[in-house]
């Protein structure tokens, strides 16, 4: 069982994040709320948790914009479950958007990597 520590170092994601992550795990195929979760958390190595409440909101948004669609079905257990689908609008904007967060994640990962240290930076040199 995951300690109250490990659980305030879970990543918490950036507006609009959850929904690029909804829609590129909706690439693998139709799944259902919970299934989505599970593959996200799988998928990050158990750095991302989604909460349910912000999952069914973003999945909410992602159907009312045309980027994904839902259906009734049956789950693996045997439960009535709302099945989610990417659209060939929400693979467009998947597609968008993906590059814009690659060049944002290479731009944080050359700034992070820079040769000093923040506890190396004189007092003066600080910036507040």
């Known amino acids: 069982m995951p300690s109250r520590r490990d659980e305030s ?10 929904d690029l992550l909804i829609l590129r795990t909706l690439v693998l195929g139709a799944q259902h709320g919970q299934g989505i979760a599970r593959l996200i958390q799988q998928q990050s190595e158990d750095v991302f948790l989604v909460d349910h409440g912000s999952l069914y909101l973003s999945l909410q948004r992602l159907e009312e914009q045309g980027w994904v669609s839902a259906r009734w079905g049956v789950s693996d257990n045997n439960r009535k479950a709302r099945f989610y689908t990417l659209t060939p609008k929400g ?3 998947l597609t968008d958007r993906s590059a814009q967060w690659r060049r944002i994640a290479a731009a944080m990962a050359r700034i992070l990597a820079r040769d000093r240290r923040p506890e190396d930076v ?5 910036i507040s």
């Open 9 to 18: 170092e879970k990543t918490n994601l950036l507006q609009g994040t959850l």
């Open 91 to 93: 693979g467009r904007h």
């Open 122 to 126: 004189p007092a003066e040199e600080e």
